[in-house]
Structure formats: structure tokens, C-alpha cells
């Protein structure tokens, strides 16, 4: 496999775009030798519903698209980011409002943590952000089963 590998796609701010991202994501990591049948998959898939589902919810209209940057370094670390345009860094809300909602950041933050990885939100030099995530790249050798065992 090459040493770098992107792929990266814009989508449009709107809640049908969740799963195009997701699709997507998956469907480049499949390219790149990961099954969309293992639990890193399914992992992956979670993580990006979150932050593209951050991207269309809390941008409040003022970042009309959001980009999906996934990166594969020499076979060793994944990395997957979700910019939008909005200048507003995400913050945790009172518990009492997090009833529906206000979760997804602790989700991918804890998702990506027991994989072995790390969350990182940093300011696009446009005046948006990127929330990113960087994991380990493991491509299991055997697919999982519907019943989330490998199979022999």
C-alpha cells in the first residue's frame, strides 16, 4: 500500500448528508483494505455520524457545506476529519439541556480514546474549525460475523 493515502469529499450542510459522509467513509476505508463488516468499521461509521451530524446541526445555517478529509498514513494511523465554517468551537451543555442531544462530542471522544486514539479541534486559517480523530489503522485479518464474532 502507498505510504499516504486522502480522499476527501464536500457535502452539502443539510441532515441527508449524514449518511452520505458515512457511506462514503466507509466505502474508501473498504478501498483501502478494511471490511465494512468489523467492529472498526462500525466504530468509524459512529464516529462520523457524529461529527457530521455536528457539522449540520450546530453550524446554525452559517456553514452552507462541510468537507470529509480521511487520510491513511503508511499503513499505521487513520485519520478522519469533519470542517465546517462556523468559528464556534463545540462546548459541553448543561446537563440539565442534555436530555435529546449535546452528547456526540463525549461519544466520539470516548469512542476514539478506546480504540487508542485522539480527538483534536483546531481553527481553519478561513475562521472555521476541524474536529479530527486519529486512530490506530488495524485491519482485522478475519471479518466479523452478523453475530459480531470473527469468523474462523
Not at 97 to 120: H, K, M, P, S
Not at 134 to 140: Q, R
Amino acid at each position: 500500500m502507498a505510504d499516504h493515502l486522502e480522499a476527501s469529499v464536500t457535502l452539502p450542510s443539510d441532515p441527508a448528508s449524514v449518511s452520505a459522509a458515512r457511506a462514503y467513509v466507509v466505502s474508501t476505508l473498504a478501498e483501502w483494505g478494511l471490511p465494512a463488516d468489523t467492529e472498526v468499521s462500525d466504530t468509524v461509521r459512529l464516529i462520523v455520524s457524529e461529527l457530521a451530524t455536528n457539522a449540520v446541526q450546530h453550524t446554525f445555517g452559517q456553514s452552507p457545506t462541510f468537507t470529509v478529509d480521511v487520510e491513511l498514513e503508511r499503513d499505521e494511523r487513520l485519520r478522519i476529519g469533519v470542517t465546517d465554517s462556523h468559528p464556534r468551537f463545540p462546548r459541553r451543555l448543561p446537563a440539565a439541556v442534555q436530555q435529546d442531544n449535546g452528547r456526540g462530542l463525549v461519544i466520539i471522544r470516548w469512542l476514539t480514546a478506546e480504540c487508542g486514539g485522539r480527538l483534536r479541534i483546531r481553527r481553519t486559517g478561513e475562521g472555521g474549525k476541524t474536529i479530527s480523530i486519529e486512530l490506530p489503522w488495524a485491519v482485522p485479518a478475519q471479518p466479523m460475523t452478523r453475530a459480531g464474532r470473527q469468523e474462523p
